[in-house]
C-alpha cells in the first residue's frame, strides 16, 4: 500500500535535507521512469538504491535465471531464489522495500525493435549487462530515440563508468569507445570480480541516473571513469567521437 504524503517526506527527508534537493526534486523522482537492462552484480544495487530513493517506475529486464554463483555480489538475491529468473525475483524484493512506486519485469532477451520502444517511453537507460553485444545494440537504440544512457562495467578489482547525454547533444557514443571486433573473453566468469566493486559502479550508476532525472548536470557525460579498487586510484577519460564510429555520426 502506497504512504502517506507526510510519511513519505519523512522517508526521504534525508534528500530533502540536501541544500540543493528540493520538494520538487523528489516529485521529479516520483515521476520519473528508468530502464535497466540486466540485474546483475550491478543492476541489482542500482535498482534497489533507486527504488528506495523513489524513482517511481523502474522496467527491469532480465532473461537470466539466479545461479550460486551470482550470490556474492547479486545482493537482491538469496539461496531460496536459486533458478528464478532474475528481473521477476528484482520486481519483488523492490516493491517490498518500497511500496510507493511502480516496478515492470521484462523476462525475455528484448531485441532492437523491443529495446527501441521501451526505451522510449523511459528518461533514462541504465546499461548494467555483461556483454559488448548488448552494449553496443543498447547504445545504438538510446542513441536513435536521444535518451541518456549510463553505462557500467565491473571486472576484477576495476569498475568503469560512463554516462552519455543523448537527450542534450551526441558528442560521442559507446561505439567510439569499443567497437564489436574488441569483443574479447574476458567476462565476471573468467576473470573474476570482487563482489563490492560491482556494488561501488552500481552505486554510482544510480547516482547518476538520480542527478539526471532532477535536472542536474553529469560530470561525466561523455567520459568513462576508470575505478580501481586495488590500487585505490581513479582516472576519468574524455571519451572522443571516433571516425569510424557509423553510430553516433549518423
Ligand atoms: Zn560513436
Same mark, same amino acid.
Given at each position: 500500500?502506497?504512504? &502517506? ?8 527527508? @534525508? ?5 540543493? *534537493? ?9 515521476? !520519473? $521512469?528508468? *530502464?535497466?537492462? %540486466?540485474?546483475g552484480g550491478l %543492476?541489482?544495487? /542500482? $535498482?534497489?538504491?533507486? =527504488?528506495? &530513493? ?18 556474492? @555480489?547479486?545482493?537482491? *538475491? ?10 521477476? +525475483? ?6 517490498? *522495500? #518500497? ?24 528518461? !533514462?537507460?541504465?546499461?548494467?549487462t555483461d556483454n559488448l553485444q548488448s552494449r553496443l ?5 538510446? +542513441? ?8 557500467g562495467a565491473a571486472i576484477r578489482y576495476e569498475g568503469h563508468? /560512463?554516462?552519455?547525454? #543523448?537527450?542534450?547533444? +551526441?558528442? &560521442?557514443?559507446?561505439?567510439?569507445l569499443y567497437q564489436q571486433e574488441d569483443e574479447n573473453i574476458e567476462d565476471c566468469e573468467g576473470s573474476g570480480i570482487l /563482489?563490492?566493486v560491482a556494488?561501488?559502479v552500481?552505486?554510482?550508476? =544510480?547516482?547518476? /541516473? ?7 548536470? &553529469?560530470?561525466?557525460?561523455? @567520459?568513462?571513469?576508470i575505478?580501481d !579498487?586495488k ?8 571519451? @572522443? ?10
Amino acid at each position: 500500500m502506497t504512504e &502517506s504524503h507526510e510519511i513519505q517526506n519523512l522517508r526521504y527527508s @534525508r534528500h530533502l535535507g540536501l541544500d540543493d *534537493f528540493t520538494q520538487q526534486s523528489q516529485k521529479k523522482l516520483a515521476t !520519473a $521512469s528508468v *530502464f535497466i537492462i %540486466g540485474i546483475g552484480g550491478l %543492476g541489482t544495487v /542500482a $535498482s534497489l538504491y533507486l =527504488a528506495n &530513493s523513489g524513482i517511481g517506475n523502474i522496467i527491469l529486464n532480465d532473461y537470466d535465471s539466479v545461479d550460486i554463483t551470482n550470490l556474492p @555480489r547479486q545482493i537482491l *538475491f538469496s539461496s531460496g531464489d536459486l533458478g528464478k529468473n532474475k528481473a521477476e +525475483i528484482a520486481k519483488k524484493k523492490l516493491l517490498k *522495500f #518500497n511500496p510507493n512506486i511502480n516496478v515492470r519485469s521484462l523476462t525475455e532477451k528484448l531485441k532492437e525493435e523491443k529495446l527501441g520502444e521501451m526505451t522510449l517511453v523511459v528518461d !533514462a537507460v541504465l546499461d548494467c549487462t555483461d556483454n559488448l553485444q548488448s552494449r553496443l545494440l543498447i547504445n545504438k537504440v538510446c +542513441i536513435k530515440n536521444k535518451k541518456p544512457l549510463i553505462s557500467g562495467a565491473a571486472i576484477r578489482y576495476e569498475g568503469h563508468i /560512463a554516462v552519455f547525454r #543523448n537527450d542534450i547533444a +551526441i558528442k &560521442s557514443c559507446y561505439n567510439c569507445l569499443y567497437q564489436q571486433e574488441d569483443e574479447n573473453i574476458e567476462d565476471c566468469e573468467g576473470s573474476g570480480i570482487l /563482489a563490492p566493486v560491482a556494488g561501488t559502479v552500481g552505486t554510482v550508476m =544510480a547516482t547518476e /541516473a538520480i542527478k539526471i532525472l532532477v535536472g542536474k548536470e &553529469s560530470m561525466l557525460d561523455n @567520459r568513462l571513469w576508470i575505478l580501481d !579498487a586495488k590500487n585505490n586510484t581513479n582516472q576519468v577519460l574524455k571519451i @572522443r567521437k571516433s571516425k569510424t564510429c557509423q553510430v553516433c555520426s549518423l
